[in-house]
């Protein structure tokens, strides 16, 4: 008889962190389903979560042991684990001696456990001895983080779900919470279908299936936030719907904000929007009128040249308002990724340090030098995600390590990705999967455990630490991502990775929080596995986490103010569509695909809803180009070209398309691939690219 045990654990998917009950029997098969006692998702699983069964039960694309190759000229082979990490250890020895350690570089992900995420970056950052160190997270998160971070003085997100259930008004802004937060967005619907008062406001150039719930969608131009969200600001004001106590006593800067948005008429962001004037008074007068305020913003605002400004001018409507620490009231940033914020934490970017401390910083260098018991973190600053593969094919970077991530798909101006990784002297890719595109330029993979094969913790978007079981063995060779880290950096000659398990690490990255804003020094693997999940900061040992930040009103900035920034220009720095390339393309997600599909492109039912990428193109654009539904369009940009199949809708703008960002060479052919056409334009502040603002040109093809 088949026996099975039930593990709790968490879906690895999104930022929403919906808890799972594994069901692993005696044969290692699993089955999902959701947890009712978990707090997130109360037994709810959307179709990516209730599917995670069958991608970790086929393992028939599983990379199984190290494979390594002595030259170019010669192809892979399969190698034992000391082979595979001498050779590591000694070619990342001999790049650092011959070019210094800059010329070295670790790409990582939003998907990696907080544990993994803390070891790559002391390893990287405290004992190579550069800051080279990035992650995918740069390419959705960033300009959300520089942005809390100037107006809190932290990156801190204030609120938690909990907050939907207490809000009557809600600003969804370039997000597409339906398909891309499902249960997330299962709340908020029923919220709304309990309480028929809850107003939803959605800001998207397209009518996705969140703006078809909402009960009034603002259709703007690409790249017109900032003077939408000035507009909005600015009617608030007139209409006195400002908390003047709260700006005096708890804000910096607003006699500068309200001079910005005063300088433009509503009339004026009207035209330059696309938005009717009305429609922007309603949706001021629904905010200044509401009794709890949230915003829910994601892509469509970080991804852009000026991602950065964009978030403020979208928080700036919450401080406006003093609609931030009180229950139902916040701005709150939805994370793509499972553990962003985890990353974020354990200083998983180019720019930052554990424990949310600042590489800019010297005193903080230090400090985490010293606990660290290294003499210094190199004042260098490190290379964003975008600008490594600059480095690569320039020859500056010579070696770069890959972590749980496919940039040959996910990055932009993909050609030019190519060229960069065939440039470089050494390429290691550690991942699950041989349908990652990353992995064909790879001189040495690493095989690695995936989800239920290992245990740790990851942050979700309302800051909520999980811990994730480990249930089943990995096939094969494949080894946790901790395991190897630490193993190739003792074949470095490196101390301070002498643990035995991911609980070790977890307790010295607890212990470096103590006494911080993120404080969880008191929250141990035991209480995450008896008492379930908790939201940080957790400072004392009975404390039972905090689901709302700034309920004091004293932001982490020198004064204790929150700041109003203001957009350096209110105008998008994009190109603009010229006659050679009339149209603005975006891209992202489509509902039951996650990422490069590595996962769920191997699940036949959640290729049933898209089966294949399409050009999403406004019906009257497509009758002046003679397009049909269905023809072969050729898309193209001066970067490249896509040649997709052109699904015809009313639910875009004229002159906007759409291309989901999925699909990559291997599982199609490179004509599918959307970021052939993107730019490597990035946002100054943020580095974050502008994947939602390329001018390309559609034609019957
Ligand atoms: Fe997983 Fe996100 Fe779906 Fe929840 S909403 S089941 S976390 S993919």
Redesign the pocket.
């Known amino acids: 008889m088949i026996s099975s045990k039930k593990i709790k654990t968490t ?1 690895s ?2 930022g ?3 808890g799972i009950l594994a069901s692993v029997n005696t044969q290692e098969k699993v089955m999902v389903e959701g947890d009712p006692s978990h707090p997130v ?1 109360k037994g709810m ?2 179709s ?2 209730m599917n995670l069964h069958y991608v970790v039960n086929d393992t028939s694309d599983r990379i199984l042991f190290p494979e390594m190759r002595w030259s170019r000229s010669h192809p892979r082979e399969r190698v034992s684990w000391d082979d595979a990490l001498d050779r590591a250890a000694g070619v990342f020895k001999s790049i650092i001696h011959k070019h210094g350690p800059d010329s070295v570089g670790f790409y990582v992900s939003g998907q990696c456990l907080t544990e993994e995420y803390y070891i790559v970056n002391k390893l990287v950052k405290g004992f190579l001895g550069t800051n080279n160190i990035d992650t995918n997270s740069r390419l959705c998160m960033s300009s959300a983080v520089v942005a809390q971070k100037k107006t809190f003085g932290e990156d801190s997100v204030p609120i938690s779900y909990e907050d939907i259930e207490l809000a009557d008004v809600f600003l969804i802004a370039g997000a597409n919470p339906a398909w891309c ?3 997330l967005f299962r709340r908020l619907e029923k919220h709304k279908e309990q309480n028929p008062n809850v107003k939803v406001i959605v800001v998207d150039p397209r009518k996705t299936d969140s703006a078809n719930f909402a009960d009034l969608h603002l259709q703007l131009i690409p790249g017109t936030d900032i003077i939408l969200y000035n507009a909005i600001g600015r009617r608030l004001i007139e209409t006195g719907f400002v908390d003047q106590n709260f700006i005096d006593n708890h804000t910096e800067n607003y006699l500068k904000y309200r001079k910005q948005v005063m300088s433009v008429s509503l009339s004026t962001a009207s035209k330059l929007c696309g938005v009717p004037i009305d429609d922007i008074r309603t949706a001021a007068d629904l905010i200044g009128t509401s009794n709890g305020f949230i915003s829910m913003w994601a892509m469509g605002l970080n991804q852009s040249a000026i991602g950065t400004d964009k978030n403020f001018a979208l928080l700036n409507l919450s401080l406006v308002t003093g609609r931030i620490g009180k229950p139902g009231n916040g701005p709150f940033s939805l994370t793509g990724q499972p553990n962003a914020m985890g990353g974020r934490e354990v200083g998983g970017m180019a720019s930052l340090l554990a424990v949310h401390k600042e590489l800019s910083n010297p005193q903080h260098r230090q400090e985490v030098a010293d606990f660290w018991g290294v003499d210094q973190i190199s004042p260098n600053p490190g290379l964003s995600a975008t600008e490594m593969f600059d480095a690569l094919e320039s020859g500056k970077m010579k070696a770069i390590w890959i972590i749980c991530t496919n940039p040959l798909v996910s990055l932009p101006n993909l050609k030019r990705m190519e060229k960069a990784m065939a440039n470089a002297k050494f390429v290691v890719v550690q991942d699950i999967s041989h349908r990652s595109d990353t992995v064909a330029y790879a001189d040495l993979v690493l095989p690695a455990a995936g989800w239920l094969e290992k245990e740790g913790t990851m942050t979700n978007s309302e800051r909520r630490i999980s811990y994730l079981n480990k249930g089943i063995d990995p096939p094969g060779e494949a080894r946790p991502d901790v395991e190897i880290l630490c193993d190739f950096a003792k074949r470095m000659g490196f101390r301070g990775f002498n643990f035995s398990n991911s609980e070790e690490i977890y307790e010295e990255y607890a212990a470096m929080t103590k006494g911080t804003s993120i404080d969880i020094s008191f929250l141990n693997y035991d209480r995450l596995k008896n008492e379930g999940s908790f939201q940080w900061p957790v400072p004392e040992y009975r404390h039972e986490g905090t689901p709302r930040l700034f309920t004091d009103k004293k932001f982490h900035t020198p004064s204790g103010k929150a700041i109003f920034n203001l957009p350096a220009q209110i105008e998008n720095t994009s190109e603009k569509p010229s006659q050679e390339f009339p149209f603005i393309l975006t891209t992202g997600r489509v509902r039951d695909q996650w990422h490069t599909m590595t996962k769920t492109g191997k699940v036949s039912r959640l290729r049933t809803h898209y089966s294949h990428p399409v050009l999403e193109m406004n019906s009257i654009d497509a009758y002046i180009n003679k397009v049909k539904e269905g023809d072969v369009v050729e898309i193209k940009s001066s970067n490249g070209i896509v040649r997709v199949r052109a699904k015809l809708s009313k639910n875009i703008r004229e002159g906007v398309v759409f291309l989901p960002m999925h699909w990559g060479k291997q599982l199609q052919n490179d004509l599918n691939r959307a970021n052939n056409l993107t730019f490597t334009r990035v946002d100054p502040q943020s580095k974050e690219p502008d994947f939602k603002f390329t001018t390309v040109s559609v034609k019957k093809y």
């Open positions: 879906c998917y999104c929403v962190g919906c998702n699983l959307c990516k979560g937060h499902p249960i």
